[in-house]
């Protein structure tokens, strides 16, 4: 079963979330009507009352997949079978800790996004073994501890960052080849300290996919030292980078043998080239 919402719309004193999506097993409506029959007409017009959504987690532990901004409480323990969460991270002053986290184990595909940049965050000592996607907007995690974060999900085969604060390219590196089963990276508007380290040694990632966008702290020589520890590279974006001439597509194509496809937009008007390599 999938539940997903994505229009709120303020009505008298309740807030109403628009389901846009909802299939599966269809919600009898006789499991609603004895005690909540206000629930169970909203429920059926396409709508459901946000301060009901702890009732229905609570008789719907068969949902799957939740896409519910701004409402973490209780779902972790309600849904023990939730494999899918994508939500808003409310703004606070000091460093956010995802502790709900600890109570969604099975948990495969995970986006959060900050309402402000450089929302501070700290995900030590969560860990989500089963992860499999994750995405990150406007979050600086607190040092070291996305490392320590990821290292506990070895089954992780999608990294996705925008507009987030890295303590140091150096541990980005190590980062990633700490985390074998990673196949797509994608990477944009980063804010990274203007300082290319040498990386420690004998370090290789299992990258397939690699996309850079926008005019982030990345600079190419970062940009081929992230390529050459990613030697199985076989599609290679490039979207408006900085620094990103014909010689450095050239020292690419040297690094990647097995890259068959090559996209550099560097206009802001968005005109590609795209090269494919035989």
């Not at 940049?117 to 030590?124: E, G, V, Y």
């Not at 004998?202 to 390529?227: D, K, Y």
């Amino acid at each position: 079963m999938v539940l997903v919402d994505c229009e709120e719309e303020p009505v008298g004193d309740f807030q109403l979330v628009k389901m846009r999506e909802f299939h599966g097993n269809k919600v009898p409506r006789a499991e609603y009507e004895p005690h909540e029959p206000v629930a169970a007409a909203a429920l059926e017009c396409g709508w459901i009352v946000r301060g009901r959504c702890p009732y229905l987690c609570h008789v719907q532990p068969s949902i799957e997949e939740l896409i519910m901004p701004k409402m973490l409480c209780l779902i972790g323990t309600k849904l023990p079978r939730l494999r899918q969460l994508e939500t808003s991270l409310a703004e606070v002053e000091t460093i956010l800790t995802p502790s709900f986290l600890a109570t969604m184990p099975h948990l495969r595909k995970l986006s959060l996004t900050a309402s402000l940049n450089n929302q501070l965050i700290n995900f030590t000592p969560y860990k989500c073994t089963n992860l499999n996607e994750l995405y990150m907007n406007c979050l600086q995690p607190v040092e070291n501890s996305l490392q320590a974060f990821l290292s506990g999900s070895k089954k992780l085969q999608k990294l996705e960052l925008f507009h987030c604060a890295l303590d140091s390219w150096s541990n980005v590196l190590t980062m990633l080849a700490d985390l074998p089963s990673l196949r797509h990276l994608k990477l944009g508007y980063l804010r990274l300290p203007d300082i290319v380290t040498p990386a420690p040694p004998n370090l290789r990632t299992n990258l397939q996919h690699l996309e850079l966008f926008g005019r982030s702290s990345m600079t190419s020589a970062m940009i081929v030292q992230l390529c050459t520890l990613s030697p199985q590279l076989k599609v290679l974006h490039l979207c408006k980078p900085p620094s990103v001439d014909d010689s450095t597509l050239q020292t690419l194509w040297r690094l990647l043998p097995l890259l068959t496809r090559l996209v550099h937009c560097k206009k802001p008007s968005g005109c590609c080239r795209l090269f494919k390599l035989c």
